[in-house]
């Protein structure tokens, strides 16, 4: 280019406008996003902490009152927050990519209600083997997409057809997730806490339950950034380009599986995330998947956990749960691509 | 030697019997269009010799070994399929996209190396997309764009490249500069080309030999100058045509005058009129 060869001192903004900048400009917008949301979230609550105080409780080991919510209330809950924003937000990209579908997000098109059934089944009748349910929650959502797939299938992936199919599953399995919690409601507790999605009361026992699954399942979205950028140009050309385009889609849509079911399993059906982070980031770095999956993970963490804290703060004591506000917002947002893709 | 070989294929849609025991053998170097009316199986056969469809008996042979049996990877370091108007992702820059051309030949934890890249901007340069490098493909014009997509198929470093109906939807000037840049890839690289062609001229014109398809079966194939005549048209079309030698370049040209049916009826009247 010419301009390259002209040997001018750059602006900022100019700078910026290169794509490679940009992107990791936005990256680590989101990056600084996302910390700010955890001290906001581990600062404000019922009794505000100090950053110092912060700063402090993770040098020192805790001893005073503000010390204990922090390290035994309020981190946890973060943390859990966090894991939940990232699994969620890379199970919509990634879902969005396999299923040729702007709108596919674990909670819409029923993924989470098949990792949330059998996640209730296990707690229901099988309380004691309750550490397995992220395992049980997976094979429920493996389920829940097989279905979907079976449904939708007619020459290829229909888009239209996946978004139809996943209303009826999610609203299938739903309806059995609802029917196990009256008939088993002296079993279950926060029913209505399960299905809107909140993170009220999450501790390190939820952390421990699900940050092997997150971390396998976020590796794998990685290492599979460039075989979703391939099939991003089409089955035929993927296939031309020598990948395998139905193991690719199987494979990957099991690692969404896994990343949507451990989030089911310690927050309940918490929607909408994996549809608002995944196009937020799109609509600034685009679809590259290398850029994608990273701009994903810290959106998510900022998206979930300062949600969270606002649902906490607004009408205090009293928590609104992060499902409610994510719903708030996503719903309109959905709508708002539907319109802008049809 | 055969670099693509279909033996005895049946091809299907949806239980439908489109192909029925083809025979066809693509030779190592030279170009071939396939030509036939619509619903004559043209783009079924070619995506079946692209592994895009699974032969429902038979086998396709790339290089001697059975496609279908060969590691996917492998067959794209031989085989480049440009498939009828691909679809980019917005965000693409022409540069991106040829890069997904060395997805063959990396390992998934690879990046590119700076052979990778030598062969990505030998490419661009090769189809004219220099100063289109870091241009955004959805903003190219149809012409510019099916260019970047044959830049992609060229960084795969194929032997054989297929293309289906790669002219349609180009005005005249950018259906001539991708026939032109399609032959001068077979010349200068001896890159075998099989492509579906809907322009009986343009197929005439580039192609060492037409394969004219009628009812999923191979009514003719052979050079131009031996395929190319009023029979084959009138049986594989149904249109009377008009036929001769292009001195420009020594291949035949057609022009459709009638409908074949028409030009009965006509004869048919001509004749009762006389006779009346």
Redesign the interface.
């Given at each position: 280019?010419l301009s390259n060869t002209v040997t001018e001192k750059k602006s900022f903004w100019s700078n910026l406008r290169e794509?490679r900048t940009w992107r990791l400009f936005v990256i680590s917008s989101f990056i600084l996003l996302s910390i700010l949301s955890i001290f906001f979230s581990l600062s404000k609550g019922v009794m505000d902490i100090s950053w110092s105080t912060i700063w402090k409780t993770f040098l020192t080991s805790p001893t005073d009152a503000e010390q204990q919510v922090l390290w035994n209330i309020r981190l946890p809950r973060v943390i859990v927050g966090a894991l939940v924003g990232i699994n969620l937000a890379l199970a919509g990209a990634i879902l969005q990519g396999v299923m040729r579908n702007p709108l596919a997000d674990p909670g819409i098109i029923g993924i989470s209600a098949g990792a949330g059934l059998t996640g209730v089944i296990i707690l229901v009748l099988f309380p004691q083997y309750e550490n397995l349910v992220p395992i049980g929650a997976f094979l429920g959502a493996m389920f829940a997409a097989v279905m979907i797939y079976i449904l939708a299938w007619k020459?290829g992936i229909q888009p239209i057809r996946i978004i139809l199919a996943g209303v009826a599953v999610s609203a299938f399995l739903g309806s059995w997730i609802s029917a196990l919690m009256i008939f088993y409601s002296d079993r279950v507790h926060g029913a209505l806490m399960f299905m809107v999605g909140g993170l009220s009361a999450r501790s390190w026992n939820h952390v421990d339950m699900i940050i092997i699954y997150s971390l396998i399942g976020i590796a794998l979205a990685i290492?599979g950034t460039?075989?979703m950028?391939?099939l991003?140009?089409?089955?035929?050309?993927a296939?031309?380009?020598?990948?395998?385009v139905e193991r690719t889609r199987i494979l990957m849509t099991a690692v969404a599986s896994l990343l949507a079911a451990s989030a089911v399993s310690v927050v309940g059906l918490l929607g909408f995330v994996g549809l608002i982070v995944p196009h937020a980031a799109r609509l600034l770095?685009?679809?590259?998947y290398r850029f994608l999956v990273p701009a994903s993970c810290f959106l998510g963490i900022a998206v979930v956990t300062f949600s969270d804290t606002i649902g906490r703060l607004v009408f205090a004591p009293v928590e609104i749960p992060v499902g409610i506000i994510m719903g708030v917002v996503g719903a309109p947002f959905f709508l708002y691509l539907l319109r802008r893709e049809t | 030697m055969d670099i693509l070989e279909a033996k005895q294929i049946d091809l299907s849609?949806?239980e439908k019997l489109i192909v029925e025991s083809l025979d066809l053998s693509i030779k190592e170097g030279r170009i071939y269009s396939l030509l036939g009316p619509n619903g004559s199986g043209k783009s079924t056969i070619l995506?079946a010799l692209?592994?895009?469809l699974k032969t429902q008996k038979g086998t396709v042979y790339l290089d001697g070994s059975a496609i279908h049996k060969m590691n996917?990877?492998?067959?794209?370091?031989i085989?480049?399929?440009?498939?009828q108007s691909?679809?980019?992702?917005?965000?693409?820059?022409v540069k991106?996209l040829v890069e997904?051309?060395r997805?063959?030949h990396q390992r998934?934890w690879e990046r590119l190396s700076s052979e990778d890249k030598e062969i990505v901007s030998w490419a661009i340069e090769k189809t004219g997309l220099t100063s289109f490098t870091?241009r955004l493909v959805n903003t190219l014009s149809g012409g510019e764009r099916q260019r970047a997509w044959i830049a992609m198929?060229l960084v795969?470093k194929p032997s054989i490249l297929l293309l289906d109906e790669p002219t349609t939807f180009l005005d005249i000037a950018h259906q001539l500069e991708v026939m032109e840049l399609v032959t001068s890839i077979n010349k200068e690289y001896g890159i075998t080309i099989v492509m579906v062609l809907h322009d009986m001229n343009h197929a005439s014109r580039y192609s060492d030999e037409l394969i004219v398809l009628k009812d999923g079966k191979i009514f003719a194939q052979g050079s131009p100058i031996k395929v190319m005549n009023e029979h084959t048209l009138k049986s594989v079309f149904g249109v009377e045509a008009d036929i001769w030698i292009d001195k420009k370049h020594g291949k035949p040209v057609c022009i459709a005058q009638e409908l074949a049916h028409h030009a009965e009826l006509n004869d048919r009247k001509n004749k009762t009129l006389i006779g009346g």
């Open positions: 280019m794509r020459r290492i460039r075989w950028n391939i991003l140009l089409g089955d035929e050309t296939r031309g380009l020598g990948l395998n770095i685009g679809n590259d | 849609y949806e995506k692209s592994r895009n996917t990877k492998e067959v794209a370091k085989m480049a399929v440009l498939s691909p679809q980019s992702p917005p965000y693409l820059t991106d997904y051309g997805f063959p998934f870091d198929a795969q």
